[in-house]
C-alpha cells in the first residue's frame, strides 16, 4: 500500500483565490511527521510546512496552512490568495517515528497552475 | 550556509560508462539519502544511511551503489549506465528519527543516459 496518496495530479486556481491540495496518508505509527514541498519549475525542493501527529492545531506559515484530520489520515495543504509564484509541483511526504523512523515517504506529486 | 550540495549539476553518459554523483552536507545531519525523480512517479529511495558505515537499500537500488564513509559524504555511483537510469538525481539530509525535522535536498543532477 501505497504511504503517501495525492490523487490530485494537475490543479488550477485563479490568482488571490485560494487551493487545496490532498494528500492522504497511511501509517500504523502514533508518532509521525507530515511535511510539504514546492518544487518550482526550477527544480529545487523547498520545504513548507509540517505537522507533528500529535499537534492538536493545524500548521500555519504564512500563506500556507495545514488541514490535518487524524482520523481521516488527511493533511490537506491550503494555499489562500494564490499567486502566480505558486505555480509548482507540490510534494506530500511522510516520516514515521518508531526504530524505523528514518525514511521519508513522498507521494506522486501536485501540478499547481496559478491563472492570472 | 552551503547546506547539501551536490555535484555535478548536468551530466550525460554513455550506456555502460559508470559515474559517481557526489553530495556533501555541512550541518551534521546523520540522515542522508538519494532519490530519483521520474515524471509522474514522485521521488523514489534509491539509497539512505543512517550514519557513517551504516547504509540500505530504498525502493530502487538496482543498479546504484552508496557507502558512507564520513558524516558529511553521501556518494552515489552508477556502475553501468542504462538509459533507464536517466532522471534527475536528489540528494537529501536530515537529523536521524526526529520525526518533526524535515530533509534539506541539494539542487539535482540531471543525468542522461544515451
Known amino acids: 500500500a501505497q504511504k503517501i496518496t495525492q490523487t490530485q495530479p494537475g490543479m488550477f486556481v485563479q490568482e488571490k483565490e485560494a487551493v487545496t491540495l490532498d494528500c492522504t496518508y497511511d501509517t500504523s505509527d502514533q508518532s509521525y511527521g507530515l511535511f510539504w514541498y514546492k518544487q518550482p519549475s526550477s527544480g529545487e525542493m523547498i520545504f513548507l510546512i509540517y505537522q507533528g501527529s500529535y499537534d492538536e492545531q493545524n500548521a500555519t506559515e504564512g500563506r500556507y496552512s495545514l488541514n490535518f484530520q487524524k482520523a481521516r489520515k488527511s493533511a490537506n495543504l491550503v494555499i489562500s490568495a494564490s499567486q502566480l509564484g505558486d505555480s509548482a509541483m507540490y510534494f506530500c511526504?511522510?516520516?514515521?517515528?518508531?526504530?524505523?523512523?528514518?525514511?521519508?515517504?513522498f507521494g506522486t506529486g501536485t501540478s499547481l497552475t496559478v491563472i492570472p | 550556509n552551503a547546506g547539501v550540495t551536490q555535484t555535478p549539476k548536468f551530466q550525460v553518459l554513455k550506456t555502460g560508462q559508470s559515474m559517481t554523483l557526489q553530495c556533501a552536507q555541512d550541518m551534521n545531519h546523520e540522515y542522508m539519502s538519494w532519490y530519483r525523480q521520474d515524471p509522474g512517479m514522485g521521488l523514489r529511495l534509491i539509497h539512505y544511511?543512517?550514519?557513517?558505515?551504516?547504509?540500505d537499500q530504498g525502493e530502487v537500488p538496482n543498479g546504484y551503489n552508496v557507502s558512507r564513509s564520513t558524516t558529511e559524504d553521501f556518494p552515489l555511483r552508477l556502475l553501468s549506465a542504462a538509459p533507464s537510469q536517466t532522471s534527475v538525481y536528489f540528494c537529501?539530509?536530515?537529523?536521524?528519527?526526529?520525526?518533526?525535522?524535515?530533509?534539506?535536498f541539494g539542487d539535482g543532477t540531471r543525468l542522461s543516459i544515451l
Open positions: 511526504a511522510m516520516r514515521e517515528g518508531g526504530w524505523t523512523g528514518n525514511q521519508f515517504y
Open positions: 544511511s543512517v550514519g557513517a558505515g551504516i547504509t
Open positions: 537529501a539530509s536530515s537529523y536521524r528519527s526526529q520525526t518533526n525535522k524535515p530533509q534539506h
